[in-house]
């Protein structure tokens, strides 16, 4: 904070001191009795464009608050532009309408302080809706100066930490999260009405699972052990399949203990959905209805803009496995994407080293990380992905070296993550100890044995469709985001003046 905005606070607090010194007589500095009875947008939508002798003839009564963010003042007459959550509205305060002492007091009002103002509706000599005040009260004493009208803050870290001032001060922020809003909500009303049941399971688990990552460690003090804030809730779901639920869906936030970037936050929001008697191709069908419905409720379109290109979700989805993906997109020929040597060579030659123990479908899916995913601007299916990277995936009846799953990629970017559920227990009960293995060889992420979830199958869970959409990444798109801060409210920072390694990280 500079000394000038020190200047201004102190200035401030000062102002709030006599507010509080005359509470006796003129009712406390920080009330609670003001009552808007409208709001900006609607005053806006209905009497944007009536004539003035109209409103003037009407007398439409209202009642507004809101914080100010412009003030005029010409001596015996000011005008205001106050900001609620739906919009602006110009307010124009005279003494002779609101007495001496009210239009004193309101000249010695800050940009920011949060204002309520009863009064008529009228239209400016320039045409502008306004509303005449009858009465005006000071509702909150703001001590922190905004920043500047003209350039608003422009830290962009800043933003995120301090993201009350971003929504205060930027129309696009608040747009963004509206967006993310109408999405979430398109997005639950869309499953509820395909007679799926929202439901909601843990987020601290005793064994973490249902997903490839490292999760965060906390301790239950009354259980007197290790607990783990969830990297998924797949299995938990899946187990509610088992109980009987055909169809179920949560959206919640999962746990990543891992890097942080433009793609990455520790703390996230995953739509996950599962429904018996659905296949791999049943779900992407699904996946790509549902983000249809989601944009056009978000934007009012199918069609999108990001990075300056146009991404059509009104059309058909490309669909292509990954061997198809590396002959169409990376230019391979079909006997290169079948041959071990030359699929090592590719990765080499991309500076990635493959360890020695791959198989031909973890080359393939190696290069297809390396060198098709940023490539799938358009959204595309990829499927037919290795057994030994899809653990809790159904093996192809076709083809038992890959999984019926899927990944679709938008703006080379993977928005969401579906199969065709494994519901044989003693498959899953061997890539459980598959993956075990891989953790005691020293792999952070690779998943724990579940004896429970193996109980869960034994009983029996009807053959399945299952499928993660990552709502933030949907919302960058749908708003034209760069970065994963910029949908999240209050993304993941370094605390305030930190150091050492977790603070540089970050």
Excluded at 46 to 61: I, K, M
Excluded at 178 to 195: D, N, Q, Y
Excluded at 244 to 267: K, L, Q, Y
Excluded at 442 to 451: I, K, L, V
Aim: aromatic share 8%; with cysteine.
């Amino acid at each position: 904070m500079n000394q000038d905005d020190n200047a201004l606070i102190a200035e401030r607090r000062g102002k709030l001191e006599a507010l509080r010194a005359r509470a006796a007589t003129h009712g406390p500095a920080f009330p609670n009795d003001f009552k808007p009875t409208h709001h900006a947008a609607a005053l806006h939508q209905r009497h944007g464009t009536t004539p003035n002798d109209e409103l003037e003839a009407a007398g439409h009564a209202v009642a507004v608050a809101g914080r100010m963010m412009l003030k005029r003042v010409m001596g015996k007459a000011c005008f205001a532009t106050l900001q609620d959550a739906s919009g602006r509205i110009q307010v124009y305060v005279t003494q002779d309408a609101v007495g001496a002492e009210a239009l004193a007091d309101f000249k010695h009002w800050d940009l920011g302080d949060i204002l309520g103002c009863e009064g008529t509706l009228f239209r400016t000599k320039t045409g502008e809706l306004s509303v005449k005040v009858a009465r005006i009260r000071l509702v909150t004493k703001a001590l922190r100066p905004l920043p500047d009208k003209f350039h608003g803050m422009t830290d962009q870290e800043q933003k995120y930490r301090q993201r009350y001032v971003d929504l205060i001060t930027d129309e696009a922020a608040r747009a963004r999260f509206v967006a993310r809003s109408k999405a979430v909500s398109s997005i639950r009303e869309f499953m509820v009405g395909h007679g799926f049941l929202e439901v909601e399971t843990p987020m601290l688990h005793p064994i973490p699972g249902g997903a490839n990552a490292r999760p965060f460690v906390t301790h239950h003090n009354a259980l007197d052990q290790d607990m783990f804030l969830r990297i998924a809730p797949e299995l938990y779901l899946k187990r509610l399949l088992v109980g009987g639920f055909e169809r179920v869906f949560e959206i919640n936030r999962n746990f990543r203990n891992e890097g942080i970037s433009v793609r990455h936050n520790p703390e996230f929001t995953m739509l996950e959905f599962y429904a018996a008697y659905w296949t791999h191709h049943d779900q992407m069908d699904f996946t790509e209805q549902l983000l249809r419905h989601a944009a056009r409720a978000a934007t009012g379109s199918a069609v999108v803009t990001y990075g300056g290109q146009s991404i059509d979700l009104g059309l058909p989805f490309r669909r292509l496995s990954v061997r198809d993906s590396l002959v169409r997109i990376a230019g391979l020929s079909e006997a290169e994407a079948g041959d071990p040597g030359a699929l090592h060579a590719r990765l080499k030659a991309l500076g990635e080293e493959p360890p020695a123990h791959w198989t031909l479908a973890e080359l393939q899916f190696g290069l297809f990380e390396a060198a098709v995913e940023d490539k799938l601007i358009q959204p595309t299916f990829i499927v037919d992905y290795p057994v030994e990277v899809s653990p809790l995936a159904r093996a192809s009846d076709a083809d038992p070296a890959v999984t019926e799953r899927f990944e679709l990629f938008i703006t080379g970017r993977e928005i969401a993550n579906g199969f065709s559920e494994l519901n044989d227990p003693e498959d899953q009960a061997a890539r459980f100890l598959a993956q075990a293995a891989n953790k005691e060889a020293g792999d952070e992420e690779a998943m724990y044995y579940d004896a429970d979830y193996i109980r869960a199958l034994e009983y029996g869970m009807p053959p399945a469709g299952g499928c993660g959409v990552g709502i933030d990444r949907l919302v960058m798109l749908l708003t034209d985001s760069p970065s994963i801060r910029d949908v999240i409210l209050f993304p993941a920072l370094r605390r305030e003046g930190g150091d050492g390694p977790a603070a540089r990280s970050a």
